[in-house]
């Protein structure tokens, strides 16, 4: 059993190829609860204090946000308004305590179907750099979450930072969350709208919702629809229709009729707050 | 290289000193600091960050300690609350928490205000909603928050007395709590004390056989295995003298997931690598029932063979003829009610640390009442109950289910076994899975009126779900039909309640014995009986409420102290501004609409129709010394503080001088169970009787009246009347055993009478009274209920301490408002404290306090029981607040947005 903090990627990867079990920890919020009160086999490697891991640096028109960031670096990160939505969920991602050390790349590779910064990627379009000692690949977050609890991370990889492209001018976003009181709260449902104009018409959307599906889906034929619509007088616009890509299912915090109902207005609102704010 | 922790050692500066630690991989930060550190100031709530209590700042930001790798902390700055309290920010929140006593039970204190530490740094002058957010990620069982909120935004704060009847004081236990100094179960034990480990049965029903326990036992480390066969007396224990029927370990069949079947203790370095998956033992699942329709259909599995059909117990009540008079009613209103579990959920999780000293054995844990754990444990280890002593540590919560014994056993016969001290402290899971739930319930009830408006007749049918134990299943058996017509008037009544074992935890005692699930049924048909009869909901209340000298459905006729009534009245501004202003918004409002719900309560105060005394000892020494031996639990409710005012003034000395000795089974006696809101009521009028005793003692040495007054001072006790004045020198007097030179030891029994086989009798000596307003705000298209405000009248009787009045209304209308909306025990599915949620310090709403004061003539001063109260009519004015603003009636709890969004569209008010 070993505790091991590298300080570079390349220690880490080496060090994740070392026999014996070794598990992956940054901020611990999913790790330790995962553990609950058995002993831990194997050894841990703390990813925080990994260079290349660390950060949020605008590169290329877009960002890059290393693996070892936490919720609470966004927000306090001076980033445009294409980011509020990824922001808002920053804020809903537990409570202060836990913004502070849990990373955004912990959220995507814990995988839950509740996970807070999801939709908020997806939305945003994010891709995964994933860092192995064979070298890097970078698939689009879509590709990387596959099931419940389920990553395209394959052995030996270390999901290294997060890619946002460079989004349209003038994107701007929203994220909304839906639960059973006001704090610590997992989602019922969650969904993160990015939209963009042009000419007084939305030129283009993107849609992701959570907590709705085993992983977070976009919902394409929305973002199709709202295309060409006026800002201005947006209503009700989301329909069973645009759903189709989602399966909710009934347990102890909703049903799925309910999810269902809540996922469509909840879009709608989420379209007019990034609209309107 | 790898930066490799070649030394194990771990460095940083823990509250501005360089310290060393040399955790395991995989420790949490949390676990080094308490064991390693000495920072018990540290609490452990639910080691998953879904509680916050063990927040600390880590270069000045907080964040869960039992979330971070210990050796993630190198080279950094950590400050607990023992570090923070000198700081500025600190010193200011030692004195706002102690003002606003925004410390109950004290465990979720120190994540609080180094939370709050953190914010004021940022921020020096928070808003409400900024408290919020900063303190959000910190669960509270006890205060409702509202107090909290107050004492971080900096409020004005109450003006304090000096410690008589009737003044709001500090807490006299208050700085240990807003310290981080008080000891709680799992602050006792020295580190290097052994730690037991219970191994728990994962199915709801299990035989089970055991595999090479031998093999185990002589693991390093490893100093004992317990099982069964390891209970010297009685595997049995329970709180019902006839109901004794919980194994400490389980005899080779389990009758809930999470029940105990062995237990392994071992050094903490061998404990801390067991995995209890390692355990051997094999499992043969069997049919189980979970619901009382599976438990009662023919043929079930029985959890007791003694036990019939699975009925455990049942309680009935009848007066007059409810059928002939439901049958002449104008209108008669029914309903299904039904609720599930609820948790207690205190942030405390059962703990404690046991030894042998000589002979006897000595338990130190949390508990609600250390005479009944005494009686319990001498039961089990065939001892007599001399031989052991029960020092209760601070109680970081209780709410009922610290009634029951839980970690004691294990701790005495590990003890016995070992010849070790040991040391326990639940997982928040097992905590969950093992220890007692309120009751769901499954009620149906009719309620009939006239024209007029009075009531006509009442039937109640009542099925508690009583898990696999009894625990205090017959209690809330025999409770409910007593209660649950409310605090009204009815003539013609019928009220049969019973108890099904099903292969559940123990439902047990939880803040009102089932009153709350019976409540939510009466009053909610209540709302439904004024509209039928298109009168005001507050109207058709006051109208039917009890009064003096007119009978209770017991028969019980009290000629004083009814005060439902003026509950109502003192409402009754409240209420009116509340539908006006409702209508209003709603008037411009097409998907968000606003409702005022109102709801009546009643509890009696005490045992049911059985004995139920407190004895209260004081003495005062020849150097002056006066000491009051308060045995009342304090579990955050106060009676340290309630019980030590009511004696203070009884025996005319300033509070200041009294000294507080503790619940301990060797020096103070048994002041009953913190249970029943009994103890302002019982306690305390054992309090007054010794009060006035001892102040008999000191004016009989000088023959002065009673009108004298007494001082007493370094020199001794001086008494003055008139011109008079006598000094007794205590130093030349002779101090008995204890040391005392004056002593007195009082005992107070409230009177009552049994109940005969219709119910009919006087259960107790007094009832306190309460009605809730409650206004929400409810999101037609999502089904979201958000409380907006509540207005709460309390009839206490008197108000010893008017501040802790309103502590205990503020946590009771929290827990209540959880039961209502959100919260719902579902064994193997809300075991944690992230799954099974309870109101957070963003979801209670401010409250309003309106103490009512109709004096008791048995209770001291006046003064009335309160605990309970503060819940039982939360959640029904809620749901009444929520059909006033959508029309819809919600008859099952937790009215979840999912099942509110179900319930809009159901009656077609769906938008």
């Known amino acids: ?277 | 290289m790898d930066k490799r922790t070649s030394s194990p050692l771990t460095a940083f500066h823990l509250n501005g000193r360089i310290v060393e630690a040399a955790p395991l991989p995989g420790e949490r930060l949390s676990h080094t600091l308490r064991e390693r550190l000495g920072a018990r100031e540290v609490k452990v709530g639910c080691n998953a960050g879904d509680c916050g209590a063990c927040t600390v700042l880590v270069d000045g930001v907080p964040v869960c300690a039992c979330l971070m790798p210990a050796q993630q902390a190198a080279g950094r700055e950590v400050d607990t609350l023992t570090g923070l309290l000198e700081t500025p920010e600190g010193q200011r929140l030692m004195r706002s928490f102690q003002d606003h006593q925004a410390a109950q039970c004290g465990i979720c204190t120190p994540g609080m205000v180094v939370s709050a530490v953190a914010l004021l740094r940022e921020t020096p002058a928070p808003t409400e909603a900024q408290a919020q957010d900063a303190l959000g990620g910190v669960l509270c069982r006890c205060t409702g928050y509202r107090k909290i909120v107050a004492a971080v935004v900096g409020a004005a704060a109450p003006r304090m007395g000096e410690g008589k009847v009737g003044d709001t004081i500090r807490r006299l236990d208050g700085p240990a709590k807003v310290e981080g100094r008080e000891r709680f179960g799992d602050d006792i034990a020295d580190p290097d004390t052994l730690v037991i480990r219970v191994i728990r049965s994962p199915h709801p029903h299990a035989a089970f056989s055991f595999g090479d326990l031998a093999a185990l036992e002589r693991r390093p480390g490893i100093a004992a295995i317990l099982t069964a066969a390891d209970v010297p007396g009685l595997n049995a224990f329970g709180v019902i003298p006839a109901f004794v029927d919980q194994p400490v370990f389980a005899e080779s069949v389990a009758r809930h997931r999470g029940e105990a079947v062995a237990a392994v203790v071992g050094t903490p370095e061998a404990m801390a690598t067991f995995d209890p998956a390692d355990f051997p033992v094999t499992w043969e699942p069997r049919e189980a029932v979970l619901s009382v329709e599976e438990a009662l259909a023919k043929g079930a599995p029985l959890l007791h063979e003694t036990r019939k059909s699975n009925v455990m117990t049942s309680g009935f009540v009848a007066r007059g003829d409810a059928a002939a008079a439901l049958s002449r009613a104008d209108v008669v209103a029914e309903g299904r009610f039904r609720s599930g579990f609820v948790e207690h959920a205190y942030i405390e999780p059962e703990a404690g640390f046991a030894r042998l000293v000589g002979e006897r054995l000595e338990v130190h844990a949390c508990t609600q009442a250390p005479v009944m754990d005494q009686e319990g444990l001498a039961q089990i280890l065939g001892w007599p109950k001399e031989r052991i002593r029960i020092v209760p540590t601070a109680v970081g919560g209780g709410f009922g289910s610290k009634l029951d014994l839980s970690v004691q056993p294990f701790l005495a016969l590990a003890a016995l076994k070992t010849g070790r001290p040991v040391r326990i402290t639940y997982s928040r899971t097992e905590s969950m899975q093992s220890t007692t739930k309120r009751h769901p319930s499954d009620l149906t009830v009719r309620i009939g009126a006239t024209k007029d408006g009075r009531l006509c007749g009442m039937d109640f049918r009542g099925d508690f779900n009583t898990g696999a134990y009894a625990s205090w299943g017959p209690t809330v058996a025999n409770r409910v039909p007593v209660h649950a017509s409310g605090p009204y008037r009815i003539a013609d009544y019928r009220a049969a309640a019973r108890g099904i074992h099903t292969h559940n935890p123990s439902s047990g005692a939880f803040r009102g014995f089932g009153v709350p699930q019976s409540a939510i049924a009466q009053e909610s048909l209540f709302d439904d009986l004024a509209e039928a009869l298109g009168m005001d909901p507050l109207d058709f209340r006051a109208l039917n409420a009890l009064r003096d000298g007119e009978p209770t459905v017991c028969g019980q006729v009290f000629e004083q102290g009814v005060g439902i009534a003026a509950c109502f009245d003192a409402l009754r501004p409240a209420w009116e501004k509340a539908r006006a202003d409702c209508a209003a918004f709603n008037a411009a409002s097409a998907t968000v609409k606003r409702g005022a719900g109102i709801a009546g309560g009643w509890y009696g105060c005490g045992n049911t129709s059985l004995p139920n005394p407190s004895t209260i000892k004081a003495g005062i020494t020849p150097d002056a010394r006066l000491v009051l031996h308060q045995g009342a639990m304090d579990i955050g409710q106060g009676a340290n503080t309630v019980i030590a005012q009511i004696f203070a003034e009884a025996l005319g000395l300033p509070l200041a001088q009294v000294s507080l000795v503790g619940p301990d089974t060797d020096v103070t006696p048994d002041a009953g169970k913190t249970s029943a809101s009994r103890q302002t009521f019982v306690t305390g009028a054992a309090a007054k009787l010794a009060g006035e005793a001892l102040r008999r003692e000191i004016l009989k040495l000088c023959n002065a009246p009673e009108t004298a007054a007494i001082a007493l001072d370094g020199d001794g006790l001086h008494v003055t009347h008139e011109v008079q004045r006598h000094d007794i020198a205590l130093d030349r007097m002779t101090p008995d055993a204890e040391g005392y030179v004056l002593r007195a030891e009082e005992t107070y029994d409230p009177p009552t009478k049994p109940l005969d086989a219709n119910g009919q009798g006087h259960p107790y000596a007094q009832f306190g009274y309460a009605a809730h307003l409650a206004v929400v705000e409810v999101d037609l298209t999502l089904g979201t209920v958000k409380p907006l405000r509540f207005t709460a009248a309390h009839d206490v009787g008197r108000a010893i301490n008017p501040l802790l009045v309103e502590g205990q209304v503020e946590g009771g209308i929290a827990q209540g408002l959880g039961m209502a909306l959100m919260e719902e025990y579902l064994p193997g599915r809300t075991e944690n404290l992230h799954d099974y949620l309870i109101p957070t310090i963003g979801d209670v709403p401010p409250i309003d306090t309106l103490i009512v004061e109709v004096p008791d003539a048995h209770g001291p001063f006046g003064a009335k029981g309160l605990g309970e109260h503060a819940l039982i009519p939360t959640a029904p004015a809620l749901l009444n607040a929520i059909r006033n603003a959508t029309g819809v009636r919600i008859r099952e709890v937790p009215a979840t947005p999912s099942r509110v969004k179900a319930a809009l569209e159901a009656a077609g008010g769906a938008t």
């Open chain 1, 1 to 277: 059993m070993s505790y091991l903090a590298p300080e570079t990627l390349e220690q880490a990867l080496s060090a994740l190829a070392d026999p014996g079990p070794m598990r992956l920890v940054a901020g611990g919020t999913d790790v330790f609860p995962a553990l609950g009160d058995r002993p831990l086999r194997g050894g841990l490697i703390d990813l925080t204090r990994v260079a290349e891991m660390k950060g949020i640096a605008a590169r290329d028109g877009g960002w890059r946000i290393g693996g070892a960031v936490t919720w609470r670096e966004i927000l306090k990160t001076d980033l445009p308004p294409c980011f509020d939505g990824l922001k808002a969920a920053a804020r809903e991602v537990g409570s202060v305590q836990i913004q502070a050390a849990g990373t955004l790349a912990g959220n995507l590779c814990n995988a839950s179907p509740a996970a807070d910064g999801i939709p908020a990627l997806l939305a945003l379009d994010a891709e995964v750099e994933l860092a192995s000692r064979d070298g890097t690949r970078r698939l689009p977050l879509a590709d990387f979450v596959t099931g419940v609890r389920q990553t395209a991370l394959r052995p030996g990889e270390i999901l290294s930072a997060l890619h946002i492209p460079v989004q349209p001018e003038g994107a701007r976003s929203s994220f909304l969350k839906l639960g059973s009181r006001r704090y610590l709260v997992i989602s019922i449902v969650m969904v993160s709208a990015v939209l963009w104009c042009r000419d007084g018409r939305i030129a283009g959307a993107r849609i992701a919702v959570g907590a709705a599906s085993p992983v977070a889906r976009r919902l394409p034929a929305l973002e199709a629809a709202l295309t060409g619509l006026a800002p201005e007088a947006l209503g009700a616009v989301t329909t069973p229709d645009h759903l189709a890509p989602l399966q909710p299912i009934g347990d102890v915090r909703g049903s799925a009729d309910y999810r269902r109902a809540a996922v469509a207005e909840l879009c709608d609102r989420a379209l007019r707050k990034a609209l309107h704010g």
